[in-house]
């Protein structure tokens, strides 16, 4: 895999440094002097086939959309046994006292297909959020930058990842909400169902469509929190790396060199990342496995105690996860040659004010 994309990392015309016309020598002819020099039409075009579509273009938030839905889709559904394990020592840590212990209990009574639960609603679920997080986080991005200014993004480029992501964030959540509502109840109730097909209709049936939404509020205080934590531990995580650990600037490094401080900062993001939501996600797994108990009264019962049950898991598989989802969606980018900016630098008009230029 690593192989592949490193092949598709170098044949990527992002592998090159910044394409210049250069000449290829005096024109000359046989039956005549030596022309003027003509530029490369090879190079000349290269440069306009250099990035794909504009930053900032539809095509580009497009893209950045479909790369959300394969980073955030494949990674969720591949850990599903992680996540449903967690879920049940969450929802019942008498039963389920640990990760091991948890596998060995749902191996004895589901079996191996019993790992699987919960596989439909996760990855249409967690596709139509990544769309919408990564999609609109470039959209927020942008528009907020805007609004900022060039030396204020600078300054406050942390602010910008933290208001940019919780905006985009907003509206994943409600795009997830229905499917993970139905994933918690066929993954911690047992008997109740075993498919999507047969678990959203009897959750209608039950409570209405506020069956899929109800939890939308516990969601929000675990992704909002948790995105936020992702993008900007991310972006400055990249920043740091190549300022203090990369040995060369990232405009030398190969893209495979790239897609590998691309994984390792996502990881460290993970880590952080699960920590900040892990007691929001266990109101929520509890709450979509009971009926008409609130936030509030789950969070009371539970206690400080009971909210950071599971945490373990949590952190090996949101860390996992992190890292993969930065490491598909940068690849998404390197493949389709989307402009992918640099670590930001401070802008000459406020390095002047500054006094760091002569």
């Not at 998404?332 to 500054?354: A, D, T």
Request: one cysteine or more; aromatic letters at 12%.
């Amino acid at each position: 895999m690593f192989s592949s994309v490193a092949h598709l990392a170098r044949a990527n015309p992002f592998h090159a440094p910044h394409l210049q016309l250069v000449s290829d020598g005096p024109r000359s002819s046989p039956a005549g002097p030596p022309g003027p020099p003509r530029r490369s039409r090879n190079l000349a075009a290269a440069a306009v086939e250099e990035y794909s579509c504009e930053y900032g273009s539809m095509k580009f938030y497009a893209l950045c959309g479909f790369g959300g839905v394969l980073s955030c889709g494949l990674t969720h559904t591949a850990v599903v046994p992680l996540d449903l394990v967690k879920c049940r020592m969450q929802v019942d840590p008498q039963k389920y006292k640990g990760i091991f212990n948890g596998f060995s209990v749902t191996l004895k009574e589901d079996g191996v297909r019993g790992l699987a639960k919960g596989w439909a609603p996760t990855f249409i679920g967690y596709s139509m959020q990544g769309l919408c997080k990564f999609g609109f986080y470039e959209v927020f991005k942008v528009l907020y930058s805007n609004m900022l200014g060039e030396e204020n993004t600078y300054l406050w480029r942390t602010s910008l990842y933290l208001a940019s992501s919780a905006s985009a964030e907003f509206f994943a959540d409600i795009a997830l909400a229905p499917m993970e509502a139905a994933k918690v109840r066929i993954q911690t109730q047992p008997g109740y169902a075993n498919t999507l097909r047969d678990a959203a209709p009897k959750m209608y049936k039950e409570e209405g469509i506020k069956a899929f939404y109800k939890g939308v509020a516990p969601l929000w205080m675990r992704q909002i929190p948790y995105t936020m934590m992702k993008f900007a531990c991310f972006e400055r995580t990249v920043e740091a790396l190549y300022k203090f650990v990369v040995p060369k600037p990232r405009s030398e490094c190969t893209k495979a060199e790239q897609l590998v401080v691309t994984f390792v900062a996502g990881y460290i993001a993970g880590v952080f990342c699960a920590i900040v939501s892990h007691p929001a996600d266990s109101v929520v797994s509890v709450l979509n496995k009971e009926k008409g108990s609130s936030a509030t009264q789950v969070l009371q019962r539970l206690g400080f105690k009971g909210v950071w049950k599971g945490l373990f898991a949590r952190i090996i598989m949101i860390g996992t996860l992190t890292a993969l989802q930065w490491f598909i969606y940068d690849s998404v980018k390197v493949y389709f040659r989307l402009p992918r900016p640099p670590p930001p630098e401070m802008p000459e008009s406020l390095k002047k004010k500054l006094g760091l230029t002569q």
